[in-house]
Each structure stands twice: as structure tokens, then as C-alpha cells.
């Protein structure tokens, strides 16, 4: 392959290099947990967390078909709620919220969590929706 083939690749092509909605949620899963692993080895859940999960949240929608793109606007807020419920269960002193009680159960802790990350949902859902907006309105086959 030259150099100038390399470069004059059609869109189609380029697009048979997507992922599938599949590949890209056990992909998107993959790193949350990564993410979360790492964030939590100071014992608290912070801010590599919620920039971590927006990064994921964006990442997802610009790496699948756009024929594939209503999977990856559902993907964030499951991703979030399912990695919170995942620390509440095993990591529950991992989830500080002011106000909460040191002895609050697996429920009151998950939804401080929920609460408590309630604006990163909305910047990384609301950015995974203007660029699935956008992916569609700018589709070549459209």
C-alpha cells in the first residue's frame, strides 16, 4: 500500500473499522472498570472517576456505525449506576458523601453514589447525545 492510498481511503472503508454496538459496550464496560479499579486504590471513589466515565461516555458513540448508534445513547447512565452499584457492593467505604451516616446500608450508600454523581451523568450523557446528534446529521448515506 503507498502513502497516497493510505491517505484517499473513502469513508466507506474507513467505516468497515467501526466497532459494532457490542463491541463497543464490552469495550466502554472494560474501561469503566479499569477506571474505577484505578480510582479506587486511594479507598474513595474522586475525580478520576467522573472523568473517566465522560471520557468513556464520549468515546463510545464515536467508535461504533452510525446504524449502531442507539445502544451507546442508553449506554451512560447504565454504565454509571451499574459501576456505583458494583462499589456499593464491594467497596462501600469507597462511596463518602457528605451527610451520609458511617453505617448506612448497601442502599442509602448507592443512592448518596447516584446522587452525588448526578452532574457528571448529565455532562457525559448529554455530550454522548450532541455527538450521536451529530454523527447523524453529518452521515454521508443519510
Do not use: E, N, W, Y
Not at 72 to 96: D, E, K
Request: charged share 15%; proline share 4%.
Amino acid at each position: 500500500m503507498t502513502m497516497s492510498q493510505a491517505v484517499t481511503r473513502s469513508p466507506s472503508a474507513m467505516a468497515r473499522r467501526d466497532l459494532g454496538a457490542r463491541q463497543a459496550i464490552v469495550a466502554a464496560c472494560v474501561a469503566m472498570a479499569a477506571v474505577t479499579g484505578l480510582d479506587l486504590m486511594d479507598g474513595r471513589l474522586g475525580l478520576l472517576f467522573s472523568l473517566g466515565f465522560i471520557l468513556i461516555a464520549v468515546t463510545a458513540p464515536l467508535a461504533v456505525d452510525v446504524r449502531s448508534l442507539f445502544p451507546t445513547g442508553v449506554l451512560p447512565p447504565a454504565l454509571l449506576i451499574g459501576s456505583l452499584l458494583l462499589v456499593c457492593m464491594f467497596a462501600s467505604s469507597a462511596i463518602q458523601v457528605d451527610g451520609l451516616a458511617k453505617d448506612a446500608g448497601l442502599v442509602a450508600r448507592f443512592i448518596a453514589a447516584v446522587i452525588d454523581h448526578g452532574l457528571t451523568l448529565v455532562i457525559g450523557h448529554g455530550l454522548a447525545l450532541g455527538i450521536i446528534a451529530l454523527r447523524i446529521l453529518t452521515d454521508p448515506d443519510r
